[in-house]
């Protein structure tokens, strides 16, 4: 085994760390502060819509992960509420954002170079889309099919297809009976 070297820190390692660690805190001070504002100025219908629903469900009971769960959630209900969307805008808004929030693309795969990341000998993962995998130069969907049966969907070897360029990820859904 060789001789590691252990380095002390220098000084300016030390500040810099004390002071990322100070940008963090006004970080959240700042957006805590800026939710705080948005919260006292937007009288939203979606938001009470959003807690209406909660409580059909007897949401967040005194569960403390689902309450901060709700909050998350009506956190971004006001933010979108305050936005001040119209019916289309605000459609469109929704699946622009549902899409990047599930990290997929919102335009085809071109499989042009940037998009790749090496995870291993020769075998490479999209950057767009985390299900895409390129190997021996051959692209695949690890998610192109799902397979369901009585218990519910899974993936197998058998759910790699083969991709072409442009490509717009999408699933096929199968029906395994025995």
Request: charged share 25%; aromatic share 10%.
């Amino acid at each position: 085994m060789d001789n590691l070297e252990v380095c002390e820190p220098t000084i300016i390692d030390r500040i810099r760390w004390k002071l990322q660690g100070i940008k963090c805190r006004i970080n959240s001070a700042v957006a805590s502060l800026g939710m705080a504002l948005i919260r006292s100025t937007v009288d939203s219908n979606i938001v009470k819509h959003a807690r209406e629903e909660f409580k059909v469900l007897g949401w967040p009971g005194d569960c403390e992960m689902q309450a901060e769960m709700c909050k998350c959630v009506e956190d971004l209900l006001y933010v979108f509420a305050s936005q001040g969307h119209s019916g289309f805008s605000a459609g469109y808004a929704i699946n622009l954002f549902q899409k990047l929030a599930d990290f997929k693309p919102i335009s085809p795969l071109t499989g042009a170079d940037f998009e790749w990341v090496e995870i291993g000998d020769g075998e490479y993962q999209n950057r767009r889309c985390s299900r895409v995998f390129k190997k021996n130069g051959q692209a695949y969907d690890i998610e192109g099919k799902v397979f369901e049966d009585e218990c519910g969907g899974y993936i197998s070897q058998d759910s790699r297809v083969p991709v072409t360029f442009p490509y717009t990820p999408h699933t096929e859904y199968v029906k395994v009976t025995k």
